[in-house]
């Protein structure tokens, strides 16, 4: 599962690199928990929650089924 989650995050990566951010992948747990380093301009946004939650959990889930969340360590 890890190999899958890293391929969709690099096609996600040049959507948060066009705003100055960037993903990082940290960890994938049998339990299907993603953890993740937001860096960049992505590290301080207001935004970033909605970022991880509506935008990569999002996309990771449809695209990996066995992803149960996405959190920024």
């Known amino acids: 599962m ?3 989650v890293k391929a969709i995050l690099e096609k996600i990566r ?3 690199q066009a705003d100055g951010g960037d ?7 049998e339990e299907g928990v993603v ?3 937001l860096t960049g301009a992505c590290k301080g946004c207001p935004m970033s929650q909605m970022t ?11 695209e990996v089924p066995e992803v149960k969340e ?3 360590v």
């Open 2 to 4: 890890k190999e899958r």
């Open 14 to 16: 040049p959507n948060l």
């Open 52 to 62: 991880l939650k509506m935008g990569i959990q999002r996309y990771l889930q449809r």
């Open 70 to 72: 996405v959190v920024s």
């Open 23 to 29: 993903v990082e992948l940290v960890d994938v747990s």
């Open 35 to 37: 953890r993740v380093r």
